[in-house]
């Protein structure tokens, strides 16, 4: 009997230290003492020791269970500030993030040309040379194409051209363009930007990197002129720096918009007065842009009548944008990971 009463001892033991008491009742050593029965001597006995050690267990179950209850939790304040004492102090942050300035500022464009009715749309990280060059008005060997310093991939698509990292968000124009047909006929405008990221083969220096963020920006109605294009980008240029800036508004070439534009803002770091600067090489203007009314070309090839519709784009470095702001002299600060530069912001 000594081994009943040391399996006693421990079931009891073993409820008192459960979380999930009524387990007990199946341990195998409960079922032996049930199975011991048969092979008792005195049967009557024994069956009644086996009960009133059940009925032990279950009474310590239920005192367990109302103890498990009632355990007091302390309340937390989550309001306190971090115990840095606290037991494991290697696991808690001693240092807050912050978030990543390309992702505030590409935010902040974003809300800014929201309140101007403009909606936002992704653009893609591989795509086809259809629609980086052809929709907007590159035929096949145009040599404005060698300009964009494509990085091409090894696939390729259903014409056998190889699948490109896309080198302009104006890639996304065509399908923008489509998306949104049916609100001309509505009587309505499309008005769309694309702010996302794009990747150019390129000698990397404080102005350039391989990868780097554009704003598209995508606007046709009936009746739209140049001096829509001009005043919607400096009311944003003004809403975003806050202040009066000095732009420079000069003609330029894009096969895609007839006539084109490029805006550059005066060098906010030498004001023109270092011919070494190493943002603005010394000519005090920065460009940041380029714009233009859409070809006729580009309109027809997402099937809208430029003979009824016209409309403009722009497409904006957001890196640059933001440079200019925050007088980053290194556009490669940006993506570099470094905590000292980031946490600035
Ligand atoms: N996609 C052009 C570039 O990256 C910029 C642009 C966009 C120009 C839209 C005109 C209209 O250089």
Redesign the pocket.
């Known amino acids: 009997m000594a081994d009943f009463q040391q399996i006693q001892t421990e079931l009891l033991a073993r409820v008192g230290e459960s979380t999930e008491p009524r387990s007990v009742l199946r341990a195998p050593e409960l079922r032996e003492l049930y199975s011991g029965i048969r092979d008792a001597n005195d049967k009557a006995a024994y069956g009644a020791q086996v009960n009133e050690l059940k009925a032990q267990l279950e009474a310590a179950i239920s005192a367990r269970e109302s103890q498990l209850a009632e355990v007091d939790l302390e309340p937390i304040d989550v309001t306190a500030p971090m115990d840095t004492n606290a037991p494991v102090p290697s696991l808690l942050p001693t240092e807050q993030g912050t978030i990543h300035p390309l992702s505030r500022e590409t935010a902040r464009i974003i809300d800014i040309f929201a309140r101007m009715g403009f909606v936002a749309e992704q653009s893609r990280e591989i795509d086809d040379q259809y629609h980086m060059f052809e929709t907007l008005n590159f035929p096949k060997g145009h040599p404005a194409r060698d300009d ?1 310093d494509t990085f091409m991939t090894v696939e390729t698509d259903a014409d056998g051209e190889p699948l490109i990292a896309p ?4 890639t996304m ?1 065509n399908r923008v363009l489509k998306k949104y047909h049916d609100k001309l006929e509505a009587g309505e405008a499309i008005a769309a930007i694309v702010p996302d990221r ?1 990747f150019r083969n390129e000698d990397l220096d404080a102005r350039h990197e391989h990868t780097f963020y ?1 704003l ?2 995508v606007y046709v109605a009936k009746g739209v002129h140049a001096g829509m294009l001009i005043a919607t980008l400096q009311e944003f240029l003004q809403a975003y720096y806050g202040q009066d800036l000095d732009v420079r508004v000069n003609p330029f070439y ?1 096969p ?2 007839e006539p ?1 534009f490029e805006f550059a803002l005066s060098c906010p770091f030498c004001k023109g007065q270092d011919s070494n600067c190493k943002v603005c090489s010394g000519e005090g203007w920065v460009e940041l ?4 009314m859409i070809h006729p070309n580009v309109l027809k090839a997402a099937d809208i009548d430029p003979s009824v519709y016209t409309g403009f ?3 904006c470095g957001i890196d640059r944008l933001i440079m200019m702001k925050h007088q980053i002299e290194d556009i490669r600060h940006l993506e570099s990971a470094k905590l000292d530069f980031l946490e600035q912001f």
């Open positions: 964009y080198a302009h968000t104006s124009q794009v554009q598209e920006g894009f895609f918009t084109s842009l380029g714009c233009g784009a722009f497409g």
